[in-house]
């Protein structure tokens, strides 16, 4: 009871001043204001034109409807079934433009390296045309240059036809000629030899018309004879041992001494004479 009494006050003037600060927060203290003299308006007349088209009136919001607990479970589940769904139609749409985008990057990049190739295959085949050409210039010049070396060989090879021609054809000239004048020294030198066996030969008795013996003459460049045989026999022993005879007497050729070396060689080295009754010739 002591400390009922003891909060009784405190209390009391606790709730009188909170009474005080009401009455003074609601009550009218604009009394001590003026009043202010009213206003005198000024009227004017005026039409007003609205020139923009009358909008229709909103329709009249249907009040919302209070949904129980069940309800507004579903409604969160559908929404968020419906987030969902957008999130993967959107996931499916990014995805698509991701599939698109990269097969245009691949469809692109394909391009790129078939551009590529065809370039390169372009720069293949001009180099291959420009080592195509080359190889064609490079053979026609060599063909050229054999044609004009044959050609030079062919002319050079008529030119020593032709100097090999005009050479055989002065040797056969020097050599007609040559032969011309050992035919007729020849015949002189051997006209002298026949003369001296004549000379020298005695026929014998048994000597007859169509006998015929030939002999075979070794003689040196001085006239000395170094060998003598009978190369065919007349058949008669005394008409061969006669021309024999006539050689041996002879002895030496003096006028070989006047043949010229080839000649002497050619023609005198080795002579045969044949002795007939009618003549004697070598």
């Known amino acids: 009871m002591r400390l009922e009494k003891s909060f009784s006050l405190p209390i009391f003037l606790s709730v009188s001043l909170h009474t005080l600060l009401l009455v003074l927060f609601l009550g009218d203290w604009n009394f001590f204001k003026k009043e202010p003299e009213p206003y005198k308006p000024h009227y004017v007349t005026a039409t007003l034109v609205d020139m923009k088209p009358k909008a229709k009136a909103a329709p009249q919001q249907t009040k919302e ?32 433009k991701e599939q698109e985008a990269k097969a245009a990057a691949a469809e692109a990049e394909k391009v790129k390296q078939q551009k590529i190739k065809e370039e ?9 045309e420009k080592e195509a050409a080359e190889k064609k210039r490079k053979a026609e010049e060599l063909a050229k240059q054999q044609a004009e070396a044959a050609k030079k060989t062919k002319r050079e090879q008529e030119a020593q036809e032709e100097q090999r021609r005009i050479q055989a054809a002065l ?14 020294n020849t015949k002189s030198y051997e006209e002298m030899l026949i003369e001296r066996v004549q000379q020298n030969w005695s026929r014998p008795p048994s000597a007859r ?19 003598l045989r009978v190369v065919r026999s007349s058949g008669d022993p005394a008409f061969d041992r006669s021309a024999e005879q006539a050689v041996k007497r002879v002895d030496r050729f003096t006028e070989a001494m006047q043949i010229p070396p080839d000649i002497f060689e050619k023609y005198f080295r080795v002579f045969r004479f044949t002795f007939s009754p009618e003549d004697l010739r070598s």
């Open 65 to 96: 409807q209070v949904l129980d607990s069940k309800a507004y479970e579903d409604l969160k589940n559908n929404k968020k079934q419906d987030e969902q769904r957008r999130k993967e139609a959107e996931a499916m749409v990014q995805k698509k």
């Open 209 to 227: 018309n169509g006998l015929e013996v030939t002999l075979e003459v070794n003689m040196l460049p001085t006239g000395v004879v170094t060998g």
């Open 120 to 128: 390169q295959a372009k720069i293949a085949k001009a180099k291959a």
């Open 171 to 184: 040797q056969k000239e020097a050599k007609h000629i040559s032969d011309t004048n050992d035919d007729v």
